[in-house]
């Protein structure tokens, strides 16, 4: 049976995969896990703005007031804020209601420690044995030993206050558009870059339950280029459903994603010597050009597996300060405890304003080497590794783009496909020796069936 908990939290289709029953199980599992050590735990629960967000956050709320805890709704707001407010307020956990950058069909409902990080897989597999034990035989208080909800959107409030105390100076002087993605930081960014002096030209701020992520936001970056080269502003940043991460456009309408970004960061704090070991933490997917730059600065990169979970893992484990992933998804360890897309704008634009040069000047730093991804559908993804053909099919890639790219292999964790992805100066010489490994993945993979 596969595992209820994935990479970030449980996720599907709202009211057919991740039912309102689901969402009751969800509560009463976490209140009983946590309320082993606390008589009434506590909850602080946020979502994005997604119409089946509500249905869920109440079925959350009452399995959690079935279990005798404290459901404390803080309305929509960004993921980063959730826990940063679970760690601050000293709740036993904190929940976010969303799928991210999904479509707004789907949900998912995640936890944090009281310590705002997320959950550590065996604490998410206890949880799974409660929720899907064929007995609830979890406590039922009565009486007074039921527990309550109460609601706190004003706490939104203290969020962008810390938000905003992460930047030392002001931001007056740059014109910034803001594209809030219909979702969780349509009053978040605003207001962080309004407090900090930024003239602020706001983006997909007026959420309706179904608009989220639908043609705008850090996933579709067109309307935010037109709308940086209409008000001729100096850069825009744009945010995905709930808030995590964060992808800009320069002043010419050119993408600047999460590996410039990292390292237009990162290149700032070598200059003021606070990034610990000169070292930035980014994914074996960050882009060769990252490396380089990072290099000729003076730094390094440390790299580890896809995923936020192990760029923070690294991050922890190292004492370093700054990582993240090409998606835009980048943690400023010193103050968030996982992807922060508001505080990321935020140390972006004073980069920009701290350096007195065009975005376009700082993202140029780095030279993108092209790369190229594809996906392999293939009848089964058992011993791909092993196959000696397709060993051979990857080394002679390797060998032909020697110190100048670099290929990567995977297979998708959810799905039967198998992805080729290279990296190096010429596309179609990428493009020639993908297509090469992809058919002989495809005609053994098939073959060995």
Request: charged share 20%; aromatic share 6%.
């Amino acid at each position: 049976m596969a595992r209820l908990f994935g990479t970030d939290g449980v996720r599907g289709l709202a009211n057919v995969e991740l039912t309102p029953e689901l969402a009751f199980k969800m509560g009463r599992a976490a209140t009983y896990y946590f309320g082993k050590e606390h008589k009434r735990p506590v909850f602080y629960i946020g979502r994005d703005t997604r119409i089946s967000g509500q249905m869920l956050e109440s079925a959350l709320a009452a399995g959690i007031c079935s279990a005798g805890g404290e459901a404390v709704l803080l309305g929509v707001v960004p993921t980063p804020a959730v826990a940063y407010l679970t760690r601050k307020h000293g709740a036993q956990a904190g929940v976010v209601i969303s799928a991210s950058h999904n479509p707004y069909p789907d949900n998912g409902i995640k936890f944090f420690a009281g310590t705002g990080y997320k959950l550590p897989d065996a604490v998410e597999d206890e949880l799974e044995k409660l929720i899907e034990a064929e007995a609830d035989l979890m406590p039922r208080p009565t009486a007074n030993g039921v527990g309550f909800i109460t609601t706190k959107h004003d706490l939104l409030d203290e969020y962008v206050e810390y938000a905003v105390g992460t930047i030392k100076s002001s931001l007056s002087g740059l014109k910034i558009v803001v594209d809030c993605a219909n979702g969780a930081a349509y009053e978040a960014a605003p207001a962080a870059f309004r407090k900090l002096g930024a003239e602020v030209i706001v983006l997909n701020d007026n959420p309706d339950g179904i608009n989220i992520n639908a043609g705008c936001g850090s996933t579709h970056l067109e309307q935010l280029q037109a709308a940086v080269a209409h008000h001729n502003a100096d850069l825009g940043l744009a945010n995905d459903g709930d808030a995590d991460r964060c992808l800009a456009v320069d002043e010419t309408g050119e993408t600047v994603d999460g590996d410039q970004i990292m390292l237009i960061c990162a290149l700032e704090m070598l200059k003021q010597n606070t990034l610990p070991d000169n070292t930035l933490v980014a994914t074996v997917m960050s882009n060769l050009g990252l490396h380089q730059a990072i290099k000729n600065a003076g730094g390094k990169v440390l790299v580890t597996p896809v995923g936020d979970r192990y760029v923070l893992e690294a991050m922890l484990k190292h004492n370093l300060v700054l990582g993240g992933e090409q998606s835009g998804h980048i943690i400023f360890n010193q103050y968030s405890t996982t992807g922060d897309g508001i505080i990321t704008a935020l140390k972006l634009a004073a980069a920009v304003k701290q350096s007195g040069k065009k975005m376009s000047v700082l993202a140029k730093v780095m030279t993108r080497f092209p790369q190229l991804l594809v996906n392999v559908r293939v009848k089964s993804k058992e011993g791909w590794e092993n196959n000696a053909n397709i060993t051979a099919a990857i080394k002679a890639g390797d060998d032909e783009l020697g110190d100048n790219g670099r290929i990567l292999v995977r297979p998708s964790g959810t799905e039967a496909l198998i992805r080729v992805m290279a990296e190096g100066p010429s596309l179609p010489d990428l493009e020639r020796i993908v297509g090469t490994i992809a058919d002989v993945i495809r005609q053994e993979q098939d073959q060995h069936y």
